[in-house]
């Protein structure tokens, strides 16, 4: 965060630092440069008010990445309060929304989060369905596991290797045979390697 901190620069940081949540709001809401925002997305979701959870929803929509990106992880420090509201984020038309929220929800790791980061394995944006098998990685829950094995016949290549490390970390006899399958059918030298690296 000191990176975001030095692009805002010590006055205007500091000013952040001291306003209550409403003016943290206002900043996160109005504020025209994106270092601004960004910070006091950080410190929004640092609070921990669950106030501030459809906000931080609403930013995942801002027009800068980088904004984008910090809303997900406050909503993620937020924790648990926040899942039902992403879950609605993840009907947003715009894929880059959904893939916040899709993050958000992984970076919670809550057993809450298992059916929706499931269902979104099957979004149309591959983004979206590498990072829903990311999160899964990270909460490694035996529901996924037949959602996760499909996945390892994804067009995408980057989709394949997620599901792949995302198996690995489930581990038991039936992943294994599934990776051996896909190892078999699989022409990509870096998805091969990271389903040979999920089989250890």
Do not use: C
């Amino acid at each position: 965060m000191e990176e975001i901190k030095e692009a805002v620069g010590t006055g205007p940081a500091r000013d952040l630092e001291e306003m209550g949540i409403e003016g943290l709001i206002t900043a996160f809401q109005r504020n025209e440069d994106p270092h601004i925002r960004r910070y006091a997305a950080f410190l929004l979701g640092k609070s921990g008010d669950p106030r501030v959870v459809p906000v931080l929803v609403k930013g995942l929509s801002d027009l800068d990445k980088g904004v984008r990106e910090q809303a997900a992880l406050a909503l993620s420090a937020i924790g648990k309060t926040a899942i039902g509201p992403l879950q609605k984020a993840m009907e947003d038309p715009k894929w880059e929304t959904r893939y916040r929220a899709v993050e958000a929800l992984g970076k919670i790791a809550d057993q809450l989060v298992v059916s929706p980061l499931i269902k979104a394995l099957s979004d149309e944006r591959d983004h979206v369905r590498y990072m829903a098998a990311k999160g899964l990685r990270e909460v490694r829950d035996s529901q996924s596991v037949d959602p996760l094995i499909a996945l390892l016949g994804d067009e995408n290549e980057f989709v394949r290797m997620m599901a792949a490390k995302g198996l690995g970390s489930i581990g038991g006899v039936k992943v294994k045979a599934a990776l051996e399958e896909a190892l078999r059918k699989e022409q990509n030298d870096r998805v091969k390697a990271a389903l040979v690296d999920a089989m250890k």
